[in-house]
């Protein structure tokens, strides 16, 4: 119960359970309905609603309020207990958690008090300690009804020849409907490499549908587009995004390792069982490991591949009219310059044919060749191996201008002046006291 300090009337805090028995009380004591109806509705015994029937009509609505509300439990721990135990928990066990805190308070102070109870009073008294990290809820997802309704792709850097070899990536592919699985060793987990692995890959089975790709640099774009291409309305692609986007298969990118466990737990049993096979065969490079494969897949795949819930296959053959050559490389787009000249990693190329275009593409290839194209139009080149040396500038002689000072310079004055001056005090025309006067000849 508590003061209204507007009105100055107490006020009564009830639970909506309270209210609706005040509302029933009220409904037997006006005769609307019977006690034993109301025993019914609250679950309660017939003597018990007579009880705080007699209350309410007594009390008033405060009758339905239990009488030990606000009052201490008969199993609280005492006041002096409790401080007692939150001091050692900041002294002796601090950063101690509330179970091992109450585990050590039992043992070896004699205190007895739940975890759950400490960790009540951690937080009262803002007691900082390492908190559990909650695992994350995972929900199962049920595998896809086709072959080649969805593809899981990653790459697994491992050390798959034991030392025979340099460490090197196995990049797999595994079906989501019936386990099916491909794969191929690279070098490095790369654009070029992946390229490859996809041409492979389409020319054996067709387009999936989609691709179930992680987060890898290679297979999304960590950057910001340029302001030229949001007003564009572009999104900023990887090289592997765009290739799978202009074939028409869906990209799809997991959050988390967890999310792509099929391809995860393959690589799991592959860099254990695969290693060991290919440790009795003796494989020891990727050549070598790349030929195993051929011939190790097809029998894995017959032994663990699982039939599909629906017959169709979804993989679709490759158009005539793509050129995967073409979709399954790296592109760059360049400025062609007034000069048909093109400037890429570090060199100069010429473009051989006349053309409008301001902006073209350099396609490098999974061949080692390189193209520049336009469109649909691919225009011949060359590269510039000597470009012509700059022929030095001879700096130009810079001519000292003579001054001559006009008549009526100060120079002039003041040299005029001092003449006449030195004149008149020596009694003769000249300024050094020589006679000025003319030699008659003898």
Request: glycine share 8%.
């Amino acid at each position: 119960m508590e003061e209204d300090p507007m009105t100055g009337r107490d006020i009564v805090i009830m639970s909506r359970e309270e209210l609706r028995r005040v509302s029933l009380m009220r409904k037997v004591l006006d005769g609307e309905i019977s006690q034993r109806d109301v025993a019914e509705l609250l679950g309660l015994c017939d003597r018990q609603v007579r009880r705080i029937v007699v209350r309410v009509r007594e009390e008033g609505d405060d009758g339905v309020i239990h009488r030990s509300r606000g009052e201490q439990s008969h199993g609280a721990i005492e006041a002096g207990v409790k401080r007692k135990a939150v001091r050692l928990c900041r002294t002796r066990y601090e950063g101690f958690g509330p179970t091992l805190a109450s585990e050590k308070l039992w043992e070896l102070d004699g205190i007895e008090v739940s975890r759950e109870t400490l960790r009540g009073w951690f937080k009262e008294g803002q007691i900082e300690y390492r908190k559990r990290r909650l695992r994350p809820h995972r929900e199962w997802r049920e595998r896809k009804r086709h072959f080649g309704e969805m593809v899981q792709m990653d790459g697994s850097h491992h050390d798959w020849f034991e030392g025979r070899a340099p460490w090197c990536v196995l990049m797999g592919y595994v079906d989501d409907a019936t386990g099916n699985v491909y794969g191929r060793f690279y070098e490095y987990e790369g654009t070029m490499p992946v390229m490859d692995s996809l041409r492979r890959y389409f020319r054996r089975y067709g387009l999936p549908e989609s691709v179930y790709l992680d987060k890898h640099s290679t297979y999304k774009q960590s950057g910001k587009a340029s302001v030229e291409a949001e007003l564009r309305g572009e999104e900023l692609l990887s090289e592997v995004e765009r290739a799978l986007k202009e074939l028409g298969v869906r990209v799809i990118h997991a959050d988390s390792p967890q999310a792509k466990g099929r391809i995860e737990r393959l690589f799991g049993t592959f860099q254990d069982r695969l290693v060991k096979e290919m440790r009795l065969v003796g494989v020891s490079s990727i050549e070598e490991g790349n030929r195993f494969l051929e011939s190790y897949l097809p029998v894995y795949n017959k032994r663990f591949r699982v039939l599909p819930v629906g017959q169709a296959d979804l993989h679709r053959p490759v158009p005539k009219s793509v050129r995967l050559e073409r979709v399954l490389c790296r592109k760059t787009e360049r400025c062609l310059r007034n000069d048909f000249t093109v400037a890429h990693n570090g060199k100069l190329y010429q473009v051989e044919q006349r053309t409008r275009a301001k902006r073209v593409v350099v396609e490098e290839r999974l061949d080692g060749t390189m193209a520049i194209v336009h469109g649909d139009r691919s225009f011949r080149f060359r590269e510039i191996t000597k470009r012509p040396q700059r022929q030095e500038k001879m700096k130009p002689v810079r001519l000292r201008r003579v001054y001559i000072p006009p008549p009526d310079h100060p120079f002039r004055t003041y040299g005029a002046a001092a003449i006449r001056y030195k004149t008149q005090r020596n009694g003769s025309g000249s300024a050094d006291g020589k006679s000025t006067a003319p030699v008659t000849p003898k």
